[in-house]
């Protein structure tokens, strides 16, 4: 697969994933049931996606598949791309030029405070983060019908955070890093919420108290996003199972 593609494509590749074991890691994947994909450079709306089959935790550079706008493969592949993944994520990538990576989870926590009517609480430093940049998207059924995509995308917005109502959690961003990021603090946010709701009366954070939170969120990653965290999530994952670069 190295020889096939450029230099560009395979740090891509690298990078994906490595995302799609750190997602196995932390606990977020649902057996083979969820996808990751990022954009590959270049004016064609073509994007790297997991092989439907495969566990996150044995994703490696090589195996990821690349298709077209239309689910076309391009690249001999022995997997097949999941429908429901194809419409979530190729909607998004064709509607957002700056969403070049998009993260859908089904996590336990994610998929519960997507089922409650109030959603996303501003009861944590992490939700106050969230809560910036969400949207919300109305249950539809297995995601299988084109019809679904504009919607999608207007429920997205120009958002980072999407909510798909009793569903689970997508996040968007402009490289893999970034993407990691923005999942971890919107996975984190409600896992928080799930544990706060089970221990008594929940305390609302005054929305006057963290002022422009994206100028706060900037600040704390010192203007280096998901760059900030990835060399040492690399590093764990090396010391772990290298093999996520084959």
Known sequence: MKG?????????????A??????????????VFTHISVRVPGPEHHFLINPYGMLFEEIT?????????????????????????????????????????????????????????????????????????????????????????????????????????????????????DAFLYHYFFETTCQIQISAQAGGELRIIDPNIQGDIKAVIKSVLEGMGGDIAWPALLRKLDRIDPSYKT
């Open 61 to 177: 550079a090589s195996s990821l598949v690349k298709v077209d706008a239309q689910c076309n493969k391009l690249l001999d592949s022995p997997f097949p791309v999941n429908p429901a993944g194809f419409v979530i994520h190729s909607c998004i990538h064709a509607g957002r030029e700056d969403a070049r990576c998009v993260m859908h989870t089904h996590s336990r926590a994610g998929v519960a405070v997507s089922a409650q009517e109030q959603g996303v609480l501003p009861i944590s430093q992490q939700s106050t983060l969230v809560l910036s940049s969400l949207g919300y998207h109305d249950y539809e059924g297995v995601a299988l019908r084109e019809d679904e995509q504009p919607r999608l995308q207007a429920n997205l917005a120009d958002n980072v955070f999407l909510m798909l109502r009793n569903h689970g959690l997508l996040t968007v961003g402009p490289t893999v890093r």
């Open 4 to 16: 096939q593609i450029n230099e560009e494509e395979w740090r891509l590749r690298v990078d994906l």
């Open 18 to 31: 490595a995302l799609y074991r750190l997602t196995a890691l932390y606990g977020w994947s649902d057996l």
